[in-house]
Each structure stands twice: as C-alpha cells, then as structure tokens.
C-alpha cells in the first residue's frame, strides 16, 4: 500500500509508516507547490496521504487517487485544506490530530503577547545593526491587564491559563463555552462586544468559518479601546487583514503579533512586512519538536489503523469509532450489511423509503456506526465505492430518507436489528437478525414478518408459494437436476393453507433455466436469488 506522505512529518511518524509490513512510504515534500501535476500522479494509488498545512488535498486529488485512497491523515488541528466534502464523497476518511501541537501554538501566541507588550524583535535587530536605543523600545506590562480570548479551545483555555499566571483577567467569547467550564477556568463569559470594549489585548483562537472570517474587522476595532494590541495564531482572516493594516497606521492598535494569513506565504512586499509594530512568524504555531512528534507519530498511528481496518480516530468527515467501539460492534456488522443488501435484493420496485429498528440489547450501542453498517450493505449493488463513510451521503444524494429508531418493545429475542425497506408501489420489505451463542454468530431470523433461520452468507433461493403438498419436493428436485446443492433450507407459513416462505441456502447459483422452472410452478409467487 502507498502512503504519500506529502508535507514533511516527524522523522518518528515516517519511520514507523515505514516499519509496518506492505507499507511502501513515498516522501514527497513540497511537491504539491512545485509541481501540482506531479502531486497528482504521486497521489495515484495511494491508499493514504498524510499532509500538514502546505499541500491542498481538494477535489482533484481526490479524483486522481480513487479508488485506491482510503484516508487523509492531517498531522495538526486545522483541516481547511483539506475538501471534506470531496473526501465524503469518495469515501475516504480524513482524520487530525487535536491536542498534540497545542501548548505548542499556546506559547507562541503567548511569545507573541509579550512581544507585542515589549519590542523584543525591533530591539534585537537594532542591537544587530549596532545601535544601543534604550529610549525608543519602551514597553507595558500584561500585568492587571485584560485578555480578551476568541474561541475557548484546546489553544484558547492554555493561553487563558497563561495570562492568569501573569496577573491578567481573562474574558471569553466562545458560543459553545459552557458557564461552568468557564467558571472553573477562571475565566469570565462575555459577548462579543464587550470583549471588543473591555479588553486591552485580544488573541482569536477559532478555526475559519463563516462565523469567525473577519469577527474582527474595522467596524469591530472602532469599538476597541485605543492601544489595543491584537493576535492571530489560528487562520489568517480571522482578523480583517486591511482593517489591521489600518488600525496599526492610525495607532489604535498599538500592537499586534500574526502567525498565520489569508494568504501563505504572504507576498514579499506585503505592507505587513514593513510594519514597526506588527511581529510576523511564518506559521509556526505547530513547530516545535515535541508538538512535531507527537502529531507525525499520531496520525501515522491513526492512518496504520484505518488501512488495517482497525479503529478510527479523531475522523472529521464521520463520527470516529475507537478500538473499544470497534470491538463491541464489530461483530454486528456483518449481519448489518447483510440485512441492508437483503432487504435491497428483495425489493422488487424502486425503494423510496428505509426503516432501521433496533430493540433490546443493541440498542445501547453506536447507532450510527450499526447504520452505516447497514446503509453499506443496502448501497452494495447501487455504487461501486460505498463504504462506511460515505454510505449516509449517498442516500441522502439518492434522495432516500433514512429512519432509525430504538425500540424499546419486546421481541423474542435479547436484541434484534430490523431492516425494512418501503417501495415507491407502497410494497415493503424487510429483513430481521441477530447475533446467537457465545461466538456471536449472525443469523436471519425473519424475511417479511415470517420466521426463518439462516445464516448470512453465500447464494440464497428465497421462494414465496402458496402453502400447498409436494412443493419443496418439486423445487428441491429442479435444483438437484441443475447439480446445485442445497446446503441448508429454512421453511415458514403464517398459516396453513396460506403463503409459505422457503429460504434454501445453495453451495453455486442455479441457471437461469432451472428458476424459470421454479417460477413456472403454479403454486410460486416469487422466487428469487439472492447474494449475500
Ligand atoms: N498557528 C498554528 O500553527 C496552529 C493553528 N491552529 C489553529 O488554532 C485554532 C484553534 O485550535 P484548537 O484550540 O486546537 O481548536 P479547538 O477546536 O479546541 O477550539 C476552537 C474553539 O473555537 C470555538 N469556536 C468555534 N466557532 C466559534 C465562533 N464562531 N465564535 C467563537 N468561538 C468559536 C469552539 O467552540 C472551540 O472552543 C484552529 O483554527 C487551528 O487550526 C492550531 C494549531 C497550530
Ligand atoms: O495544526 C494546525 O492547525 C496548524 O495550523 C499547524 O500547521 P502546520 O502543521 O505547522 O503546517
């Protein structure tokens, strides 16, 4: 399997890529800048790539590595260069690492703060010019200072904890904060605007989305105190880039710190550059050596796992399902993928509508992943490239509504998964199983409200006849003569005399001509096979 590892990781991450067996590891730093359409052709059959910030993974990609590609692992937080919905689409699962670079970025934007409080870099490269101007690089203290902080993440709260030690009150702005998080971070719960008015430095920590791209433009720094100081160590944009321009030329803004731009790098004559109290970094956030090993080393971990079938971590475009999810509802998927393929097999007119019941014991499990499982199963025979991923958006794209339930009525068994399908005729369809015995091994266990018993794998002859004498004797015999062996046969009638169900597991398909046969039966009123 390739994995392209296409911005430079961890030397830790790579090495264990290349430890794991059938792995074939292509380094390919910087190749996505210099030559896009080598990139593409590198990504063509890669069953993984691992990108940082650099590399753009957007829809060509996508197209250009199918149907091999299984993941993309973003050794980092930010994944908005990566096209999620693309990845969807395709079936691949794009996966991050939260956490491992985040006291990382917490202190640079703190080294930012404290540049921005004394002109450390103005000084410095003074003295490198040879001057002593102890007169002009006068600074102001963070002490009983306020802080205001703009998303109250993973970065925000350890900025937040930083400022409190250096004797500054912390206001927060963050919709999703909840009042008891806040009061144990010590931290005060304002809005937007106040935050804007009360506070004397002001850092954003919040991905860039509709709500947070320009949060702090010209109009919002017209409400700021004068002599405000500002930074940006998440995305570029956060912070109107024309409005800061503006607002450190006319001296509101006394000083502010950017790691990150609309647009990386920024052009080598940006007004930013020439800037005497605006402190540029180079999007170094994440770049330490302790934040670079632990991502390199996770998403290498969370890529392996996913390309062994193992557990899915920190997924972004569906929900992760962990080692310990994985095990306890491992042994569930198969019986649901043969449920939904069933249940679409069967159907004989167009489905408009599926139906998902859980009852009893599985009911305390991952729904979703049961769904998907499910969902993967149904979509089998409708698109080459359904997997776990994007089996939800698939049917939402074929316009088929999905509902799921969690029953708590009984049935006869610990816990049943029923899988039913409603034609656009008003016919329906449906499919019932559960796991049995200590290995937990699936079984059907009804088709269409009738009982059966059959286990889900191989060919299956599933026959519909009015319940009249010798039928099973006909059909086993047209069978027999075509040289099929049934290998298993589950029998059910709601009544007698009324219709009968005959499910006859077989070890080969039987000819076109031996159903014909089975169909010619007067008492048949459907017959039809089915893969499993
Ligand atoms: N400069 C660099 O090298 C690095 C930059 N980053 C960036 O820093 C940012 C924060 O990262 P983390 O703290 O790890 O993420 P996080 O997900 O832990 O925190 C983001 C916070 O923003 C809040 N938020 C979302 N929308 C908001 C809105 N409209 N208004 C206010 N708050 C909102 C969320 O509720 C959440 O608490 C991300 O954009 C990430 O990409 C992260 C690591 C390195
Ligand atoms: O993790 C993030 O969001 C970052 O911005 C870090 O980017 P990088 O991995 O240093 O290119």
New binding site residues.
Partial sequence: MKILVADKISSIGVDFLKQQEGFEVVEAYGTFKEDYSKFLELAKGAAAIIVR?DSKVNREVFEAAAPTLKAVGRA?????NIDAEAATDYGVVVMNT??G??I??AE?TFTHMLCGARPVAQAAQSMREGRWDRKIYGGSELFKKTLGV????????EVAKRAKAFGMTVLA?????SATKAEAMGVKQVE?DKLFRESDYITV?????D??RG?INKDAISTMKDGVRLFN???GGIIDEDALLEGLESGKVAAAGL??YTSEPPAEDHPFRSQKNLNLTP?????TEE?QESVGLEIAESVTSVLRGGGIRNAINMPSLDEATLKTVGPYLELCSALGSLVHQLALEKVSKVKITYSGKVVDLDANSLTRGILKGFLKDVSSNVNFVNALVIMERLGLPVDVLKSSEETDYVELIKVEAECVNGEKVSAEGTLIGKGNTPRIVAINGREVEVEPHGCMLVIANSDELGIVGKIGNIIGKDGVNIAAMSLSRNEVGGIALNIACLDSEPSAQAIAEIKAIEAIKQAKIVHL
């Fill in positions: 910030s980092g937080v930010g994944v908005d939260p956490g670079n985040t990382a970025t640079l703009c998303g109250m993440g993973r970065i925000g709260a702005y963050d919709p999703y904060l937007l920590h919040m991905p860039l989305t709500a947070t949060m160590c998440a995305r790691d990150v999007h170094l956030g994440a770049s934040a």
